[in-house]
C-alpha cells in the first residue's frame, strides 16, 4: 500500500475516532484546519503536486494520443486498465472528471467509479452535469433521469425555487452514483447573443434575475451532498467565440464587470461556495495585457481573491482547450495557471509533462512548496468532508 492511500486512510480512521470518543477538554476534537494541517505534514511533493491535478480518464493511460476531442469519443474509456494503473502509481491525482464517452449505463459507471476512486490520491470524481445541453447523464438515454430544457428556461420562471429543485435533482442522482463535485452551475450572464458557447446555458441576460437563482441551485446541490462550481470568472457571457477552439476576447473594464458579469459571482461567493472556474478569455482592459484570464494573476488574485474576498478553491476551465493549447505549451500552461493563482489545473493537455513541470517549477525555485500547499490545504479540506 503507497503513503498516499496510507495518510488517506489513517484520516479516515482518525475521523471515525473522534466521532466515537467523548468530547471534553482532555480529549478535544481536532479542528478540521488541524486536520488538514497533519495531512499536509505528512504528503511528499508528488502527493501535493498530484492534488492539483484533475484529470480525464484518458490522461492516466499514455498509450492515447489525441488533436481533437472527436478523437477521444470513439475510445469510449470506460474502466480503468493496467497503463493507467501504471501511471498512477508514479503520478498520483486529485480529482478525475468524467465526459459523456466515459457513461454508458448505469452497470458500467457503478463499476467505473470505485475503480477511479480507488486510484493513487484518492481522487474526487466530477462532472459537468448543468442540466440542459451540457448534462453528461441526463442526455445518455440509457439514463432514467429528468431532463431540463435549459437554466434560461429556468431563470425565465422568475422563481429561484424552480433552480433549487433543479440543483437538488441533479445533485440526488448526482450522489447517488458516487460524484463528489459538479461543475455547475454556470453564472454567466448571456448579455451578447451572439454568444455561441453560453447562450442558454446561463439563467438570464439580467444579473438581477440570474443571481438568485444561482445561489439556490448551489443550495439545491449542497443540500444533495454535492460540491458546486460557479462558472466561467469573470464572466464568458459577453464574447463571440468559443474557448474550446481559440481566442476571445471581452473588451468590457472591470468597473463594466462589475455591474454586470461580477453580480452573480459576488452572490455565489457570499453564499458560501466552495470552488470557482475561471474563464479563458482575454480581458485586456482589465489585465493591461492579452493573455487568458485563467493566466492572469490581475484576474485570480487581484481582482478575485483580493477585492472580492473569495477564499476557496479556484479551478481552471479545461487546460486542453483551444484558447491556452494555442499560445501555450502544456509545462508553460500548467506552471502559469498556479503562478496566477489557480489551486486546481483541470484537464492539461498531457497530464505527465504538466505534473512533471510542476514538480520542476518547485525544485528549481520558479514555485515555492508553500504555495503548492496554500493549494493543497483547500483541496483536503473539502475531501475531508467527502
Known amino acids: 500500500m503507497n503513503q498516499m492511500k496510507l495518510w488517506m486512510m489513517a484520516a479516515i480512521l482518525t475521523c471515525g475516532f473522534v466521532i466515537t470518543s467523548c468530547t471534553n477538554d482532555d480529549n478535544p476534537v481536532p479542528s478540521p484546519e488541524d486536520e488538514v494541517e497533519e495531512l499536509l505534514s505528512k504528503m511528499t511533493l508528488r502527493e501535493k503536486v498530484g492534488q492539483l491535478f484533475f484529470i480525464r480518464p484518458e490522461a492516466l493511460d499514455t498509450t492515447i494520443h489525441w488533436q481533437a476531442y472527436a478523437d477521444l469519443m470513439p475510445l469510449e474509456l470506460q474502466a480503468v486498465n493496467d497503463c493507467m494503473k501504471g501511471v498512477n502509481e508514479k503520478y498520483p491525482v486529485g480529482g478525475i472528471i468524467l465526459y459523456a464517452w466515459n457513461i454508458k449505463d448505469e452497470a458500467q459507471l457503478a463499476q467505473f467509479i470505485p475503480q477511479l476512486k480507488a486510484l493513487n490520491g484518492k481522487p474526487l470524481m466530477c462532472i459537468d452535469e448543468e442540466g440542459g445541453r ?83 441551485y448551489l443550495q439545491g446541490l449542497k443540500d444533495a451532498d454535492i460540491v458546486g462550481c460557479i462558472k466561467h470568472f469573470p464572466g464568458h457571457g459577453d464574447v463571440k467565440a468559443d474557448t474550446h477552439y481559440g481566442y476571445a476576447q471581452t473588451q468590457k473594464t472591470w468597473e463594466e464587470m462589475m455591474n454586470c458579469e461580477i453580480i452573480t459571482f459576488q452572490a455565489g461567493i457570499q453564499w458560501g461556495c466552495q470552488l470557482i472556474m475561471t474563464a479563458h478569455i482575454s480581458a485586456p482592459n482589465i489585465i493591461g495585457e492579452d493573455i487568458p484570464s485563467t493566466m492572469s494573476s490581475v484576474i485570480l488574485q487581484d481582482k478575485l481573491r483580493r477585492e472580492l474576498g473569495y477564499k476557496n478553491i479556484i479551478v481552471t476551465d479545461a487546460m486542453d482547450m483551444g484558447a491556452i493549447t494555442q499560445q501555450y505549451n502544456n509545462d508553460e500552461a500548467a506552471v502559469g495557471c498556479i503562478l496566477a493563482g489557480a489551486d486546481i489545473v483541470l484537464c492539461p493537455k498531457n497530464f505527465v509533462e504538466a505534473f512533471d513541470a510542476i514538480v520542476a517549477a518547485v525544485e528549481e525555485g520558479t514555485l515555492t512548496e508553500e504555495r503548492i500547499n496554500q493549494s493543497v490545504r483547500r483541496i483536503l479540506a473539502i475531501k475531508l468532508k467527502k
Do not use: H, Q, W
Open 134 to 216: 451540457v448534462a453528461r447523464i441526463a442526455n445518455n438515454p440509457n439514463f432514467d433521469v429528468k431532463k431540463y430544457e435549459s437554466m434560461a428556461a429556468i431563470g425565465a420562471t422568475g422563481d429561484p425555487a424552480n433552480a433549487y429543485e433543479c440543483g437538488n435533482y441533479i445533485g440526488t442522482y448526482l450522489k447517488g452514483y458516487g460524484f463528489d463535485i459538479d461543475f455547475a452551475p454556470v453564472a454567466d450572464v448571456n448579455t451578447n447573443p451572439e454568444n455561441i458557447i453560453i447562450g442558454p446555458r446561463a439563467f438570464s441576460d439580467d444579473p438581477a434575475v440570474a443571481a438568485p437563482m444561482v445561489t439556490n
